[in-house]
Nanobody, 115 residues
Framework: QVQLVESGGGLVQAGGSLRLSCAAS????????MGWHRQAPGKQRELVAT???????IYEDSTKGRFTLSRNSAKNTVYLQMNKLKPEDTGVYYC?????????WGQGTQVTVSS
């Protein structure tokens, strides 16, 4: 019942930047946590960055200092600014939202970082 619209993935050279966006149809009032996971080829899906239910942020260790999570509450949208991208950042990035009514995932957007 919650639709997530993701955008911003693409192909970029190492050292470049991308900004991912995820807009949720749910009202901000109902959202408890919102962030991004990724799945690299041959690997399990892992947390990249997320807002917690207290408004704090959590980052996967390898992204600290390079990725920045932000949000526009009025638009029910979360952004992930990814700088200094590395080939190991390659994968499918999924928006994930937890609401009072359930857990929801986007369809995923491909991020490919070339050497």
């Amino acid at each position: 019942q919650v639709q997530l619209v993701e955008s911003g993935g693409g192909l970029v050279q190492a050292g470049g930047s991308l900004r991912l966006s995820c807009a949720a149809s749910a009202s901000f009032f109902s959202i408890r946590t919102m962030g991004w996971h990724r799945q690299a080829p041959g690997k399990q899906r892992e947390l990249v960055a997320t807002f917690t239910d207290t408004g704090n942020t959590i980052y996967e260790d390898s992204t600290k200092g390079r990725f920045t999570l932000s949000r526009n509450s009025a638009k029910n949208t979360v952004y992930l600014q990814m700088n200094k991208l590395k080939p190991e950042d390659t994968g499918v990035y999924y928006c994930r939202v937890n609401t009072v009514g359930g857990d929801y995932w986007g369809q995923g957007t491909q991020v490919t970082v070339s050497s």
